[in-house]
């Protein structure tokens, strides 16, 4: 008996990760299940969270040296998509000066992913603009 569920276990979960991976694309379903760049960073230079419309929060954290971006981290308490998006959003602004990230928006991020399913799309928007709102932090604590 306890093999025969162990083999239905494992068969449900092989067949949830094909369609995962049929549905949201190779690029996705990688960071699905190896999700980079998550975490607080402890003292960041810029930081910057919003809501999204469908109710997932994503929090973008980014340490500055020589005027670029050195770490950058991310948190959701959203859906996959709101944290493979997220983990795309801070893997994009690695390395960038303030400027170049509001070069990253939500179509750039689709475009990394390659394919995403169009009911999940809106989650690489947020992900940009919450990118955008800590470059503008930065920006700002920067001139005062």
């Given amino acids: 008996m306890n093999n ?8 449900l979960q092989d067949q949830i990760y094909e369609e995962t991976r049929e549905e949201y694309g190779e690029a996705a379903y990688q960071r699905w299940r190896n999700p980079l760049y998550i975490g607080r960073l402890p003292d960041p230079d810029a930081h910057s969270s919003i809501k999204g419309t469908c109710g997932d929060t994503i929090e ?3 340490k500055f040296e020589n005027g670029h971006v050195k770490e950058a981290s991310f948190i959701t308490d959203g859906c996959g998509s709101s944290m493979v998006c997220g983990s795309f959003a801070a893997e994009m602004s690695m390395g960038k000066y303030p400027e170049g990230l509001f070069e990253i928006t939500g179509e750039a991020i689709l475009d990394k992913l390659g394919e995403f399913p169009e009911e999940d799309k809106h989650c690489a928007f947020l992900a940009a603009e919450t990118l955008h709102k800590a470059a503008n932090d930065y920006m700002i604590k920067k001139t005062k």
Avoid: G, Y
């Fill in 60 to 62: 973008i954290f980014l």
């Fill in 4 to 11: 025969r569920f162990d083999n239905f276990v494992q068969e």
